[in-house]
């Protein structure tokens, strides 16, 4: 199994990214799997009842639920996102994330 540049995701291969990172009781686990000068791919697991607190970034990042459920607050609005569904975070706006049920995710974020 040849690594992508970032060294983390297998190339030519077909993965479930779910499958790349599990959940740890009471944490949020990521895994960074792509890093380049223009953007990163991160796996994130939540257990239910972790989140990430209000914070913006200078940069649009796209959400992709793998599975489970997970409350995201953009601008203030709550979106209740389930897996198979994504969410745009645009730069500068705040953004709060919280499990409210187990969940795995897919963050990327464009740096250009």
């Keep these: 199994m040849e690594k992508s540049q970032s060294g983390n ?24 799997i792509v890093k380049t000068k223009t953007g ?3 796996l994130f697991a939540f257990d239910a009842g972790q989140g990430l607190s209000e914070h913006s970034t200078p940069f649009d990042a796209i959400v992709q639920v793998l ?3 997970a409350e995201i607050i953009i601008g203030g609005k709550s979106v209740i996102t389930k897996a198979g569904e994504t969410i ?9 994330v919280s ?4 969940f795995k995710m897919l963050l990327t974020m464009i740096r250009e």
């Excluded at 499990?99 to 187990?102: F, G």
């Design 67 to 69: 599975a489970g459920e």
């Design 40 to 42: 990163t791919l991160t």
């Design 88 to 96: 745009l975070m645009p730069a500068e706006i705040p953004h709060a």
């Design 99 to 102: 499990a409210n049920k187990r």
């Design 9 to 32: 995701l297998p190339s030519a291969e077909a993965v479930r990214l779910e499958t790349l990172i599990e959940y740890s009781a009471n944490s949020i686990v990521s895994r960074e």
